[in-house]
């Protein structure tokens, strides 16, 4: 269980290896930046098992190198206990915000508020695309998305 005090939040999308992960090692760098990483457990995973073991999208891992922002992560899929566990599920797309509507109505003790990511973006900017098909511009609009909605979610969670 969380300690009291902590926060946490889980950054979701299809496959778990490009928009999500960028969000979670951004949002540890925030945190880490503003000296509270203690108070914050961060984690990124994916509705489906596609991508389930494999490190992020090398493109997003370039684009995130150029900021100097560290990501480790392994993909990984949702667990009930996520649910139980989170506060904060922030997902990418209304695909996604479906999926995990439905998937927590299956999980009694649901706590986890769950909304789009882009909810928090000040440029309304509400979904944020995958950039896999994409090329590195769609990695780097990904990144931009991140940065403006983690901002602010930090900021409304404080």
């Not at 506060?87 to 706590?111: A, F, G, H, P, T």
């Amino acid at each position: 269980m969380a300690e009291v005090g902590t926060k946490s939040v889980l950054f979701m999308q299809l496959g778990n290896i490009c928009q999500s992960p960028t969000a979670e090692a951004f949002f540890r760098k925030l945190v880490n930046d503003e000296n509270v990483p203690d108070n914050w457990r961060i984690d990124s995973a994916a509705t489906s098992t596609y991508e389930v073991g494999k490190p992020p999208d090398y493109r997003g891992q370039s684009c995130m190198r150029k900021y100097g922002i560290p990501m480790n992560h392994v993909a990984r899929q949702i667990t009930k206990e996520d649910f139980a566990t989170f506060d904060y599920i922030l997902c990418m797309d209304e695909s996604n915000l479906r999926d995990l509507n439905r998937r927590s109505n299956q999980v009694k003790n649901c706590k986890a508020k769950i909304k789009l990511l882009g909810s928090c973006d000040p440029q309304k900017q509400l979904i944020i695309e995958d950039p896999y098909y994409g090329n590195d511009s769609d990695f780097e609009a990904v990144y931009q998305q991140c940065l403006r909605c983690c901002k602010a979610f930090l900021e409304k969670t404080h």
